[in-house]
């Protein structure tokens, strides 16, 4: 059976993506599963310590320094809401509420029946960061880097992330990860940071 991974980056404000160094972070995600509403729902294992935050801001102090990313248990609680919408609905689409919450959002699913290990999933949004030019602010033709740009929007405050696992659609039994992000970056015209 063949695996796919798919990932989305909002679009309602697209800007492009950046060319920078690849950063490598090694740690370990403890996670637990607990059942609600027939699907599964991923939490941190220790909620001191919120791995995919720290994640974040160790890439963003690649490019800026003090301004850091904070876990927001309310927009965790949206990221749930939301994966486990897509999880039951099969859907792969970004949330139709964000613009009005002032929410980015980055999306990813992946058929395997594996939990999704946060480490993994930031570092491949983050690897778009070698389609984007500064300079220009604009991604390589053909090329998708909003990802790595809301990673690293300056401005974006507050973060929150979930995931669930498929039960029917085309990554059934795999699971998607939502990350929601406060304020939104990727805002037309401006640079991340």
């Known amino acids: 059976m063949k695996r796919y991974i798919y990932t989305t980056a909002l679009a309602l404000f697209f800007i492009g993506c950046q060319k920078q160094k690849k950063v490598s972070i090694q740690t370990s995600i403890e996670t637990t599963s607990i059942a609600q509403e027939g699907s599964i729902l991923l939490q941190t294992a220790n909620s001191t310590t919120q791995d995919y935050v720290q994640l974040h801001n160790q890439l963003r102090e690649q490019h800026f320094q003090g301004h850091p990313l904070t876990r927001s248990t309310s927009l965790e609680a949206d990221a749930q809401l939301y994966a486990n919408h897509l999880a039951q609905t099969g859907q792969f689409t970004h949330d139709p509420t964000n613009h009005r919450h002032k929410y980015g959002e980055n999306l990813f699913a992946f058929s395997k029946n594996a939990i999704p290990n946060y480490a993994d999933i930031i570092q491949k949004w983050y690897s778009e960061g070698r389609y984007y030019d500064y300079d220009s602010n604009r991604c390589q033709k053909g090329k998708v880097c909003g990802h790595y740009t809301q990673i690293i929007w300056k401005s974006s405050q507050k973060i929150g992330c979930a995931s669930a696992q498929y039960k029917k659609g085309r990554f059934k039994n795999g699971y998607v990860t ?11 015209g401006k640079r991340p940071y």
Do not use: L
Request: aromatic residues 28%.
């Open 178 to 188: 939502v990350c929601k992000y406060y304020p939104y970056g990727n805002i037309i």
